[in-house]
């Protein structure tokens, strides 16, 4: 296990930034062709527009990553974490970021904002600060299809951020604002939001209130039962999304009028505590749409003692399809969601990953664990679930998934040394081969704590350029060999 000292040195780091959420998503099954993101106005370029990859929650991508020749074309300081970037039409990747003013410890506070980057040089060239609001509030954003940040601030409303070049350099500006604060109680906060194929924006909260905004800007809501919360994202497909609170997963659509209501529920087991390597005591995946038809079947990780299990049910009537133990040899919990390929999963392990104080909520049993990682494959059929492989990736980054080069690539961390630093010294970026687990790329591109990747989520441009920020810098990670000028 890390030891208190360091495991203080670690938060202290961290805690100079403001976690967004750690839910990723892993990769599935043998290429088939993946749930097509909507178009304009929706969501801007497929792959590049939202945090887990499409609507379905995939992690998945049709570019390919670095691979072979990965290295830093640029990077910067863009002054905080950047919790998820987006890349538009116009090829401009723009990012949810979060800096913190102040000593967090001394009564701090964290500013989320807007930035938008240069893709040559990855230095930021604009940016404009939102109104603080919950832990969670601007992480879950999407990128619609006028290349505009869609995004809830501290004043509960959802904002459309955009950009535009100028005489005297770039901008970005709020451009669009729906308020949704009369929905919301007191004390609550907007930590989810993503669009749906009628042109509604559904958005969620901490405590539990579903809400969609119309395209007339009509807003409806309902509110689950008391004491569940929501820490993850919101999966979308074709007349149903699906929602993941610390005690049950639900099936949820629409009324007539657009108001939300459940489909079906299905509690899960949450386990005694929350474990060390998750923010909240429940599940910490966002729900995956994947199988029969791109999304027939609905996958999560639960948080049972002491091996949490995968789950598998169908997307239309919440059957049971398998349940197995999520991990063989890998650490026993996730805070990252299943990336989906095919009939395929692939679900990284973050049990004993050290997230800053403030970003977790509740005790965890036991109070520290090493960070011991694994990533393992699991296939799915009508008939059950079985394992493919279990490696010992460290992913610290939230993982894609390619569908292009049959890649996984993220951020993180040489093999578990029990006793050891365990978030310190060199970090990598991994390329793992889909189809055996086997590592392919392993490269240098910083050393933590300074470059502590924090979970964050980074996304692959059509280029191949991997953008992923880690706790002080944007990283620009290329396959072609050249060096971006700072």
Known sequence: MTGPGVATLVAAMMAAVTLSAAVM???????????????????????????????????STPNPGPGLRARVRGSSAPGGA??????????????????????????????????????????????????????????????????????????NSVLFVGHRRTAQGYQVYVDDRVDVSAHIPAGDAVTGLAPDRQGRIWFATTNGVIGTVGADRDVR???????????????????????????????????ADGTPEAVWRKAYDRGPARRPGQLTWGSGTTPTYFGPGGDGWVAIVDNADPRPSLIVRESDTGRLVCRMPAFGTSGQG???????????????????????PMAVTGPSQPSDAGFTGGSTRIDVSPTGCRRVWENGDRFASLPRLSRADGLIHGLGYGRYVPGAIQQAGPVYYLATDFA???????????????????????????????????????????????????
């Open 221 to 255: 809501s309902m509110h689950l039962p008391a004491g569940e919360q929501l820490g993850n994202g919101l999966s979308v497909r074709p007349g149903g999304v699906s929602v993941l609170t610390t005690h049950a997963l639900y099936e949820m659509w629409t009324r």
């Open 436 to 486: 055996t687990g086997r590592r392919v790329v392993s490269s240098q591109v910083g050393v933590a704590p300074a470059d502590e990747p924090l979970e964050l989520t980074g996304t692959i441009a059509a280029d191949g350029t991997m953008w992923q920020a880690t706790i002080g810098r944007m990283l620009a990670i290329s396959g072609d060999g050249r060096t971006m000028q700072s």
């Open 334 to 356: 996730t805070e990252n969601s299943p990336m989906a390929w095919g009939n395929s999963l692939v679900i990284p392990s973050t049990y004993g990953y050290q997230y800053p």
């Open 25 to 59: 998503a892993p990769a599935a099954a043998e290429p088939t062709t993946a749930p097509a993101d909507p178009g304009a106005p929706i969501l801007g370029p497929v792959g590049t527009s939202l945090m887990h990859g499409d609507l379905a929650s995939t992690d």
């Open 82 to 155: 950047c919790a998820a970037t987006f890349i538009g039409s116009d090829g401009m990747p723009v990012s949810l970021c979060t800096k913190f003013i102040g000593d967090p410890r001394t009564g701090g506070f964290a500013v989320p904002s807007v930035v938008l980057f240069d893709p040559r040089t990855a230095a930021p060239v604009a940016s404009v600060d939102l109104r603080k609001g919950g832990l969670l509030g601007g992480v879950y954003g999407y990128l619609d299809g006028r290349n505009r940040v869609v995004v809830a601030d501290g004043s």
